[in-house]
């Protein structure tokens, strides 16, 4: 299952100022659940103008009761008390002579179960608009796509794959083993995927208020 966010709007604010907060937006006091942000690989083109940031966000959080009944600890790597840690990486690319700036922003984790990429494009208007000194102009995308249908589409077709062999083998009359499944077998494929995605789109509409279906 795939979803997709998108949207457009405007900050009251140049393009240098915009890019600026964006890069110091964590860690602030507003923003406890980011633990800690750290710069992987930073370095400046002298030709294009153009400076690469590459950053690791740690993010930490509480999952919600629903996830921890439909999902292992294993799994979403969570403590006792459903308390788990988010890598993000987020990838920047700021050009100074044209004005603008593009990220893009996906979790190192989850992977299995969830995949989120979101990209930002920050762009100084058009000269002649008589607004450049004071708006920035934003697009935005978030992509969800979820994979736990997929897990268990594999898991059901490799059970029946298992059950025909041990049918073929025993048809003369042995009695045919039972064919173990594991924590999968206990889901409810709709169940689950509606669970996990409801919970991850709602934050994800909560993260960007101004996105749209």
């Known amino acids: 299952m795939v979803k997709f966010y998108s949207n457009t709007y405007s900050y009251d604010y140049n393009?240098?100022?915009?890019?600026?907060?964006?890069?110091?937006?964590?860690?602030?006091?507003?923003?406890?659940?980011?633990?800690?942000?750290?710069?992987?690989?930073?370095?400046?083109?002298?030709?294009?103008?153009?400076?690469?940031?590459?950053?690791?966000?740690?993010?930490?959080?509480?999952?919600?009761?629903?996830?921890?009944?439909?999902l292992p600890?294993?799994?979403?790597?969570?403590?006792?008390?459903?308390?788990?840690?988010?890598?993000?990486?987020?990838?920047?690319?700021?050009?100074?002579?044209?004005?603008?700036?593009?990220?893009?922003?996906k979790n190192l984790d989850w992977n299995n179960v969830l995949s989120v990429i979101e990209r930002h494009t920050f762009r100084r208007p058009e000269e002649g608009l008589g607004t450049a000194d004071h708006r920035t102009d934003v697009e935005v995308?978030?992509?969800?796509?979820?994979?736990?249908?997929?897990?268990?589409?594999?898991?059901?077709?490799?059970?029946?794959?298992?059950a025909t062999a041990s049918s073929v083998a025993g048809a003369g009359g042995e009695e045919e083993p039972v064919v173990k499944q594991g924590w999968f077998s206990s889901w409810s494929s709709g169940a689950v995927r509606a669970a996990v995605e409801s919970i991850s789109l709602q934050r994800t509409e909560r993260s960007q208020p101004k996105a749209q279906l």
């Open 15 to 70: 393009f240098p100022a915009v890019s600026l907060a964006y890069f110091l937006r964590y860690p602030n006091p507003y923003s406890r659940h980011v633990a800690s942000t750290d710069t992987i690989e930073r370095y400046f083109d002298p030709d294009t103008q153009r400076l690469t940031t590459v950053r690791l966000h740690v993010k930490q959080s509480r999952l919600p009761p629903a996830v921890l009944k439909v």
């Open 73 to 105: 600890k294993s799994a979403v790597g969570s403590d006792e008390n459903g308390r788990a840690q988010s890598f993000i990486l987020e990838k920047s690319v700021v050009d100074v002579r044209q004005g603008w700036m593009e990220t893009e922003s």
């Open 141 to 162: 995308s978030v992509t969800l796509k979820s994979r736990i249908g997929e897990q268990l589409r594999k898991k059901r077709q490799r059970w029946g794959d298992q």
